[in-house]
């Protein structure tokens, strides 16, 4: 960690101050809390003033530097560090102020604390080579000695409630020993932040135990091969559903090139990722890049994942040159609809939009409570609420099946197409939903992340409006082709689904509202169409997708 002289001191000081804390903490356990408890309160503000110090050191160093800075990472992490240091010294004084409730400390194993105590102190010794040699396998022991601690509390909150529900005497006692136990516990997750900060500042990006370990495991193959250098690891994205995403990069500086995506979060996303990959080996290979490594831990798992070569097309999109982007829509198109003819099954499929708008519509609601209004009348028009024509659309959308279905993307955004401009090829990214389907939720979903695109220069936008406009011209004629001819109706319904569901990720009320009222028109025109008129019936993409 690069951190400049007078933060790292301070830092040093502050280590002193909590070490010299926990150790008169100790002899208030084992001898006369009065002179060493008083000690303890009386000493709180300094460590508190040292924090401080760094904080506000770190904030100067951090005015100075450009935004993304090699050094921002350590100067973040010396503010997390004093932190937890300084809530370490917070816990002592909440200790002392539990043990002067205490009539009589020998019921409560006193003896047991100091051993606790040491280990913390043990850590806080680390602290300062793990910072200054930038050390991780330092700050992986500190993390250690937390787990030792928890299973010092462990036993000793299970002696505590036996002796609860035993014994009838020293009930107070033992209720201010849980919560003395509990406060000890809290100085090991201390600990285990600050051991986390100091791998995550070594790292560059933020990270948990949990997930350096699994990143350690998943490139250890990587490491085996005769790369150009050591691997660095950096910081891509965070999902919506918590998973982080991070690109691993061999070699160094100009030369640094990225091998493979590092993918870590909840068990259950990133087995589905993983099958959805395998399925697509399966049904259509070359379009889901290889899984390199998997590994699972706990609730946790992580994911290496092969780099693809390319630009994602939303990058296209808003940067690429026109000619970039025309061939990159034209293979688009005739990669899906390839896909779409050799995963054809003849099995009628409903996709359900409304069903899925109606899944949502609670955390639509709590983003956009506005959306809620019941029965209106307007200048004598009467309006129905919203959630009365989902019930008729859901309804009226049953008698409207796709005729087939295909293997879909599942979450076909902008920003999970992959297009390589040397190989004139399409790749699919982030596949945990994909899955034998209407092939309109895929259109609708591509449509509708265009639109949302938050992007006000007029010339970007009417392209992409154009793209938009132009992608549906080309599934249009695929329906065509296939005999759909509810695919139009399909598509209101979708791109319904799709505008509203998607007003829950932003905060920009117009924006919001203009995919809001897009949906309820969408559902209206689709639902006021007869059956016997549904093969007549066209979306008016031009009105719809309008700069």
């Known amino acids: ?35 060493q408890g008083r000690r303890i309160l009386d000493r709180g503000g300094y460590a508190y003033n040292l924090k401080i110090r760094i904080h ?13 800075g090699d050094n921002t990472m350590s100067l973040r992490a010396a503010e997390f560090i004093a932190t937890d240091l300084e809530r370490i010294a ?15 400390r020998s019921e409560i194993f006193p003896e047991r604390y100091p051993p606790m105590l040491a280990l913390i102190r043990e850590g806080i010794a680390m602290i300062g080579v793990a910072v200054n040699d930038s050390d991780s396998r330092q700050a992986l022991k500190i993390a250690q000695l937390e787990s030792q601690i928890d299973r010092s509390y462990h036993r000793l909150y299970k002696r505590y409630i036996t002796a609860l529900k035993t014994n009838g005497k020293h009930t107070e006692s033992f209720v201010t020993a849980l919560f003395l136990a509990h406060n000890v516990e809290q100085m090991g997750d201390s600990l285990r932040n600050i051991s986390e900060t100091i791998i995550s500042a070594n790292i560059g990006q933020p990270v948990n135990f949990e997930r350096y370990h699994a990143l350690q495991e998943s490139v250890e193959h990587l490491e085996a091969e005769a790369l150009r250098g050591q691997l660095t690891v950096l910081p891509i994205a965070e999902t919506r559903s918590g998973s982080a995403i991070s690109g691993v990069h061999a070699g160094s500086g100009n030369e640094r090139e990225p091998i493979a995506i590092f993918k870590e979060g909840q068990k259950s996303k990133l087995k589905e990722e993983r099958q959805g990959v395998k ?32 630009l994602t097309f939303e990058q296209i999109l808003l940067s690429g040159n026109r000619n970039q982007l025309e061939l990159s829509l034209e293979r688009l198109c005739e990669t899906l609809q390839a896909v779409w003819t050799q995963t054809r099954n003849e099995e009628p499929v409903a996709a359900g939009f409304i069903t899925q708008i109606g899944k949502r519509l609670p955390e639509i609601y709590r983003i956009h409570p ?23 659309a859901e309804i009226y959308e049953k008698d409207f099946l796709a005729p087939f279905s295909v293997y879909i993307h599942g979450d076909f955004n ?75 109706i399909r598509l209101a319904l979708g791109l319904a689904r799709s505008f509203i569901t998607s007003s829950r990720f932003t905060l920009d009320k117009s924006q919001a509202r203009r995919m809001f009222l897009r949906s309820c028109y969408l559902i209206e025109k689709a639902i006021a169409t007869p059956a016997s008129k549904v093969s007549s019936f066209k979306v008016p993409i031009k009105e719809i997708f309008v700069v």
């Open 1 to 35: 960690m690069k951190i400049p002289k007078n933060i790292r001191d301070n830092l040093r000081f502050l280590c002193i101050e909590v070490d010299s804390l926990l150790e008169s903490l100790e002899a208030c356990f084992l001898e006369d809390v009065v002179v």
């Open 56 to 68: 506000n050191a770190s904030l100067q160093q951090l005015s100075f530097l450009k935004k993304g």
């Open 90 to 104: 917070e816990l002592c004084r909440e200790c002392v102020k539990q043990i002067n409730y205490l009539d009589e």
């Open 279 to 310: 399925s697509w080996h399966e049904i259509y290979p070359g379009l889901a890049p290889r899984i390199l490594s998997y590994k699972k831990r706990g609730q946790s798992a992580a994911l290496l994942i092969e780099h693809l070569p390319g």
């Open 370 to 392: 506005e959306f809620r209004p019941g029965r209106t009348n307007i200048c004598g028009l009467k309006r129905p609420a919203f959630a009365d024509i989902l019930k008729k």
């Open 414 to 488: 902008v920003d999970n197409i992959i297009y390589d401009p040397a190989e004139n090829r399409i790749n699919f990214i982030d596949l945990h939903r994909s899955r034998y389907m209407d092939y309109v939720q895929d259109v609708s979903v591509f449509m509708v992340s265009n639109y949302r695109l938050q992007i006000l220069d007029h010339h970007v936008r009417q392209r992409i409006m154009a793209v938009a406009r132009d992608f549906c011209e080309s599934t249009r004629r695929f329906a065509a082709e296939q005999g759909d001819d509810s695919f139009e």
